[in-house]
């Protein structure tokens, strides 16, 4: 990993930019927001070569698209649903993403992976029992994004079973707490205003971003650390 000044400036930059959500300096945060997954984008792109780095590269940015689109969100609706686009293509990519990872000639624990499928798929039920009548005509929309973010997570957990330890660790806890953030945004947006909503979203949100290429860096890295 060649990269730890970035990816500590990453943790450093968000730290700050929460600090500023907190006290509700959202004007601030609004010109700063474009500003973090490029720094995680670029602690990547230096970091050491392996197979699936264009891969995470196009998730990240990807991501950054969606956070871009998403500060206009309250100028109109289609900027909300093109966020959505973007975010929903990242979350595609980071599917690819795990699927290209080494699998180890190890056995999977196919009980243990029922489990965990049966845990997401109450997920998806219970987020769409309560969201569909709210959703109007965006129901197809968010339908199709709850799938995919469950299938994300499906494949991270699935990797978990199999990939290398502490690698594997990371990303599922960074791709159950991207699901987190996406769901908070969803409750807070189309069920209920959330206390803090912006603050609490970004935090798990920027944790996730961080696990889930901290992850991937170590799971590609050439040292076990």
Known sequence: ???PFLLKFYIGFSFFYLLIL???LENIAWYLKGLLIPILWLAVYFSEDFPSKKILLGALLFSWIGDVILLFADKAEIYFILGLVAFLISHVIYII???KQNKPDVPKNKGL???GLGFI???LATMLTVLLPKLGDLQL???VYALTISTMLLYAFSGYLIWKKPANTYILVGAI???LSDSILAMDKFYEPIYKNSFFIMLTYLMAQYLIVIGILKLNSVKTK
């Open 1 to 3: 990993m060649k990269s």
């Open 22 to 24: 907190l006290y509700n």
């Open 97 to 99: 993403l795990f699927n």
């Open 113 to 115: 992976f029922f489990i």
């Open 121 to 123: 798929l109450v997920y």
């Open 141 to 143: 929309p968010v339908i």
């Open 177 to 179: 707490i991207f699901v």
